[in-house]
């Protein structure tokens, strides 16, 4: 029997029994307070996730990701510098170090790129998880998890593995996740999951997920239907175009502003660079930045006066007089859905 889940932009089906960890108390808890606390507008002692952009090289140039328009457009120089980098081994551990301190729910292991490319990713991982934090997890578009990788994958310790794969299609997914493969990806989820199982491991949960746009918004069913037998669960999420950045109209339906929007994300995360700078949120750029791990600790940047003003001004309704804020596309919302 599925299990759907759906919030803001994005919606789950579970397909297979859902591992310890979603039926806990402390995971009910943290899931709780991550829907509750932003709306009721209370702040925790500390991020309940925290971002980790380990790395800014990526082997993919896929058409709606912020990172190739970015790229393609020549901005954010301060983030896509000539040499690219990862993060350093030792300012990853100092921030392990604090999060787990102080009580962190989830460290997602993500990038303006493929996490997979750092060369100390599963030694990351298993730092994180000798921390004991609860939901460790990782986004990856699944081009080089080959068998050595996933083999080292699995022992390392990740609660939740997450593959963009954005259609059932070859075709239409080559031609929105440009430079990958379609089976060598496909193959490698179903090896994984194969090995996964052969080795007797609960995790991690394993999700596929579609960003869905105006070109494969039609296959959700078939795209269910492909890999609800392959992997954990199937999730969707929707198109953003971040800041307007993207000059293709990609929504498959009409969007509009959503009256009184708050950013939720100030109240539930904070995002650290691969260079140690933390930003307020996901678009990071230097109107985001709050500082940076060796001169602050995370929790003083959480409780800061610039975290202040901005969630001040979501409050108040001033968003339209922030940058990059007042265009970031959370705000808008389907039309249909509103009518619904």
């Not at 896929?62 to 190739?68: K, P």
């Not at 954005?166 to 194969?194: C, H, L, Q, T």
């Amino acid at each position: 029997m599925t299990n759907q889940t759906k919030f803001e932009h994005f919606e789950e089906s579970v397909v297979s029994k859902e591992p310890d960890i979603f039926n806990s108390p402390v995971f009910e808890e943290y899931r709780q307070r991550w829907h509750e606390y932003p709306e009721k507008r209370i702040l925790s002692d500390f991020p309940m996730n925290l971002d980790l952009y380990i790395t800014n090289r990526c082997n993919l140039q896929c058409v709606m990701c912020r990172r190739t328009l970015e790229v393609q457009k020549g901005l954010n120089s301060e983030i896509y510098q000539e040499e690219q980098c990862d993060m350093d081994l030792n300012v990853y551990k100092k921030v392990i170090d604090e999060a787990a301190r102080e009580g962190v729910y989830a460290i997602h292991l993500t990038a303006y790129g493929e996490p997979l490319l750092h060369e100390d990713i599963i030694e990351m991982i298993k730092y994180a998880r000798e921390k004991n934090i609860l939901d460790l997890f990782m986004h990856t578009n699944g081009t080089i998890l080959f068998e050595n990788v996933a083999s080292e994958l699995l022992e390392a310790g990740l609660t939740r593995l997450i593959f963009s794969v954005d259609s059932p299609v070859k075709e239409i997914y080559e031609k929105i996740r440009i430079g990958a493969d379609f089976d060598v990806v496909v193959d490698n989820i179903k090896k994984f999951m194969e090995l996964k199982r052969k080795r007797g491991f609960k995790y991690p949960f394993v999700r596929v997920q579609m960003v869905e746009m105006e070109n494969n918004r039609s296959q959700r069913d078939s795209y269910y239907n492909y890999f609800k037998n392959i992997v954990d669960s199937v999730g969707r999420i929707e198109y953003i175009n971040f800041n307007e950045m993207d000059d293709g109209n990609r929504y498959y339906r009409k969007r509009r502003y959503k009256e009184n929007y708050v950013c939720r994300q100030l109240w539930q995360r904070l995002c650290v660079n691969f260079d140690g700078n933390v930003y307020a949120c996901l678009v990071i750029n230097e109107n985001t930045k709050l500082g940076d791990v060796d001169n602050s600790t995370i929790k003083e940047l959480w409780h800061g006066e610039k975290m202040k003003e901005l969630r001040n001004d979501h409050i108040e309704g001033n968003i339209g007089k922030i940058t990059p804020c007042s265009n970031c596309g959370m705000q808008l919302e389907s039309i249909l859905d509103k009518e619904k």
